[in-house]
T-cell receptor
């Protein structure tokens, strides 16, 4: 069965600190996709990134970066110089065949000014 | 363009009642998904449609839940004889197609409260 584990339930940082959100996944598929979504207090899930299982290159988008390591089945997300607006719940997800998403339990990020 | 919309945003009902939750996907998206998110949890898959047909309904918890998408666009999630345990946020998402790499875009959800 496919599974996504986000071991960090809640993280609190002070503005401008860097923070890494961990994601570990389990799958027997050789082809799969990994996602990160952000859920701000408004409740709507916002797509951040998609990564396929054949592309282990790290990706950077502004203050966001993602580190995908198949050897450890991890897809971690780092926010550099965090800001109060980054406060949200962040979900890592894995897609099965047919694009059905399996989500982790989420990590609550609180950024204090 | 317009994103996924869901109505109502909030629904309060009494145990045993019937409810309908509506989802309007992004125009041109052929795949539509329903998820349920309980407090403090990640969304859990319920059902998805490719066009008008339910491609996978394995996540529906029991036969009180069913969903339709008669014209391949708007979908309605229907819950009969609601129970307090059905209280959750029901999320709808749509994607261009059903391929594994097609990104799902989510609506704001319907918060269902069963008293």
């Amino acid at each position: 069965a496919q599974k996504v584990t986000q071991a960090q339930t809640e993280i609190s940082v002070v503005e401008k600190e860097d923070v890494t959100l961990d994601c570990v996944y389990e799958t027997r598929d050789t082809t799969y996709y990994l996602f990160w979504y952000k859920q701000p207090p408004s409740g709507e899930l916002v797509f951040l990134i998609r990564r396929n299982s054949f592309d282990e290159q790290n990706e950077i988008s502004g203050r966001y970066s993602w580190n995908f390591q198949k050897s450890t089945s991890s897809f971690n997300f780092t926010i550099t110089a965090s800001q109060v607006v980054d406060s949200a719940v962040y979900f890592c997800a894995l897609s099965e065949y047919g694009n059905k998403l399996v989500f982790g339990a989420g990590t609550i990020l609180r950024v204090k000014s | 363009g317009a994103g996924v919309s869901q109505t109502p945003s909030n629904k309060v009902t009494e145990k045993g009642k019937y409810v309908e939750l509506r989802c309007d996907p992004i125009s041109g998206h052929t795949a539509l998904y329903w998820y349920r998110q309980s407090l403090g949890q990640g969304p859990e898959f319920l059902i998805y449609f490719q066009g008008t047909g339910a491609a996978d309904d394995s996540g529906l918890p029991n036969d009180r839940f069913f969903a339709v998408r008669p014209e391949g666009s708007v979908s309605t999630l229907k819950i009969q004889r609601t129970e307090r345990g059905d209280s959750a946020v029901y999320l709808c998402a749509s994607s261009v197609g059903m391929a594994t790499d097609d990104t799902q875009y989510f609506g704001p959800g319907t918060r269902l409260t069963v008293l």
